[in-house]
């Protein structure tokens, strides 16, 4: 059973940006028009942001090709580093000034409209078949299910979309709102700071003066800086399995890098060679298996092997294949989950190394060394056709980067954000993070960032994993940082992904997931801009006038009363949930709510009804929050001064 919250904090002094009434900020914008075959296969949905979101993916090779520990899969090591992937979801052009109609038109009337991005990685049969060999179920019938449903989803992001090249007015007209504050006054303060970057070159950090940015990127051309948050998936996971949360973020003013890990932690993935030369060097052929090289290249050369790239799956753990399981009596195959964490992390920093070369005007060279191209396996025909680089140019925050990830991908989080060369990381999101895999901190590697887990209830009925989440909640605290830990009633563990906006039906009666899938993802996404509100320096949070204010751990009060009723059995902790009177409720979710009721709307106005609903303001339990002096002293040394 989950115990109490140590901490039951006020509310935090007066803060406009904070403590405001839900605001009204600008209409979502205008999404994509929908293909022909969407009318027949699954959707995802447009995301609800003021701006578009573009797409874009980059492989290239790592400075420091090399593989991690000795486990080895066919007499190669298994964790092998040749390149890093990503995928990089930003706000891309929009035009905020005209009616939506007159915008819709001007993008159908386009030249050469930009497409869109299949939700499954290419190629999609491989991908399906990888996903089957994951559930451990057989290829045929998985690869013809979602071939029938999901085959040609598309993500409603335009790929090698233009970067936003301009201030909405909203911000640009109420610009004091992120002014620095003290004792209620605007600090018209043009103190800079230099930022000493690795490739030798001074970058200056964002000031505020008169509540407007004096960044050298405004003052050259008054284009907006972006913040960023790299992603980390989970088991099986990929660089789009959490686009609805992802575009979502980079709907609202975000760039988001999701990872895809070539550890063998997703269900399947391809990594193209960087050269001609078949051994790189982190393949590591197993040179102590009593085979000369010489004839072991031979026969890799005469049985076909020699591809331009190789392929990784999904790597069970030897004689412990469900060392997720919390009945698994072995526990958590600890070799290969440090050995994956380790590799997950290097490709973290190739990726970030990536984006300071683009930041710094260097696009062009990562353009030339992509492997994402046409001709290579995996990649779009498109490569990183009609990108301007130099469009990039100084356009990203670097130095104050947002770590997030769900399941393994929150133990990569944790790990990252105690890891002293990663100093670049600034706080956390962890999504139902996985407790058990999660190593113990050091007294050289402990976290003193903020951090916001956001669980599911299912995963809050494991008592193992919610006391080991709520342990590293605790090494925050003690670190003198905000911290929040959340669960979102009536979730499962697959209610932040995809899946469950794809296939809600599914979630519903495999998992007993009661709460509706975009309500999931709604309250995961307004709580992470929340917390990055109140986390991040205030020259990066100027688009939060675009963000509504509904004051999820503002008002979370950790002292009320979490209900048990949902708990399954012991055999399904973690897995799925309980719902009393099943048939019941199930009937009375079809009836249609009234209008003006307190079930929840998206932005048009749809009701977002699962089996239950709670009202707004009563759909997250709160165990943990920060206590005022914590809050209150961080968001002064973060350049707000509370009232």
């Known amino acids: ?44 949905a447009p995301y609800s942001g003021p701006y578009r979101v573009g797409f874009l993916e ?18 190669s090591y298994a964790l092998k580093l040749d390149t890093v992937l990503f995928a990089v979801y930003y706000p891309t052009d929009f035009s905020p000034d005209l009616p939506r109609s007159e915008r819709r038109r001007l993008y159908r009337r386009s030249r050469k409209p930009l497409s869109r991005v299949p939700w499954l990685p290419r190629p999609r049969a491989e991908t399906c078949k990888g996903y089957a060999r994951f559930f451990q179920m057989p290829y045929v019938p998985i690869t013809a299910y979602m071939a029938a449903t999901s085959m040609f989803t598309k993500l409603p992001a335009l790929r090698n979309g233009r970067i936003l090249s301009r201030w909405p007015p909203a911000v640009e007209e109420d610009g004091e709102e992120v002014a620095k504050q003290e004792n209620g006054a605007v600090v018209k303060d043009c103190k800079k700071e230099e930022i000493k970057q690795e490739d030798g070159n001074d970058l200056s950090q964002a000031t505020l003066v008169d509540g407007r940015e004096a960044s050298d990127a405004d003052e050259h051309d008054g284009k907006p800086k972006f913040p960023v948050i790299m992603f980390s998936h989970g088991l099986g996971g990929s660089r789009t399995l959490y686009s609805s949360i992802c575009g979502e973020l980079a709907s609202f ?24 030369e078949p051994d790189l060097d982190s393949q590591g052929l197993d040179r102590s298996s009593g085979v000369p090289d010489e004839k072991k290249h031979h026969k890799i050369q005469n049985s076909g092997q020699n591809k331009p790239y ?42 970030f190394h990536n984006l300071k070369l683009i930041n710094s005007g260097k696009g062009e060279a990562v353009r030339a060394k992509n492997l994402r191209k046409k001709g290579n396996v995996g990649a779009s025909s498109l490569g990183l056709d009609g990108i301007n680089w130099d469009e990039w140019t100084e356009r990203l925050y670097l130095e104050s980067v947002t770590m997030m990830g769900h399941s393994f991908g929150s133990v990569t989080s944790v790990q990252a954000l105690r890891s002293e060369p990663l100093d670049w990381l600034s706080q956390g999101i962890l999504l139902d993070a996985w407790g058990p895999a999660t190593p113990e901190s ?14 599911s209830e299912a995963f809050m009925h494991w008592t193992e994993n919610f006391e080991r989440v709520e342990q590293i909640c605790h090494e925050a605290r003690d670190g003198g940082v905000p911290c929040w830990m959340t669960t979102i009633r009536g979730s499962t563990h697959l209610s932040q992904t995809d899946f469950a906006v794809l296939y809600p039906n599914w979630m519903s009666v495999l998992m007993k997931t009661i709460v509706n899938p975009k309500r999931a993802i709604y309250l995961t996404v307004h709580s992470a801009l929340e917390f990055l509100k109140i986390t991040l320096p205030p020259q ?46 199930r009937l009375k979710s079809t009836v249609k709510p009234k209008k003006g009721s307190s079930v929840p709307r998206d932005a048009s106005g749809k009701p977002l009804k699962g089996l239950l609903s709670w009202g707004v303001g009563q759909e997250i339990w709160c165990h943990q929050r920060p206590d005022q002096d914590i809050l209150n002293r961080y968001m002064e040394e973060n350049g707000w001064s509370p009232q």
């Not at 492989?59 to 486990?71: A, G, L, M, N, T």
């Not at 890098?257 to 932690?265: F, T």
């Open 1 to 44: 059973m989950p115990s109490r919250p140590t901490s039951q904090a006020s509310r935090p002094k007066s803060r406009t940006s904070l403590e405001s009434h839900a605001s009204h900020p600008p209409p979502p914008a205008p999404h994509p028009p929908r293909s022909f075959r969407e009318y027949f296969f699954h959707t995802l």
């Open 58 to 75: 980059i492989e290239v090779p790592v400075r420091e090709p090399r593989h991690f520990s000795r486990i080895k899969r066919n007499g």
């Open 253 to 276: 003013g975000f760039v988001v890098v999701a990872m895809e890990h070539r550890d063998g932690s997703g269900a399947r993935t391809f990594v193209n060679k960087a050269g001609s």
């Open 310 to 351: 190789y392929m990784v799956d999904y790597i069970f753990p030897k004689d412990n294949a469900q060392d997720t399981s919390p009945h698994n009596s072995r526990g958590i195959d600890t070799e290969l989950r440090g050995a994956q964490i380790e590799m997950r992390m290097a490709e973290i920093e190739e990726a």
């Open 442 to 455: 050091t007294e050289r590697e402990r976290l003193r960032k903020p951090i916001l887990s956001i669980g």
């Open 540 to 585: 990066q949070t100027r688009f939060k006038k675009s963000w509504v204010d509904d004051q999820l751990l503002i008002k979370a009060d950790p002292g009320v009363e979490v209900k048990l009723d949902n708990r399954p059995n012991d055999k399904w902790v973690a897995a799925r949930l309980k719902i009393p009177h099943e048939f019941r409720l």
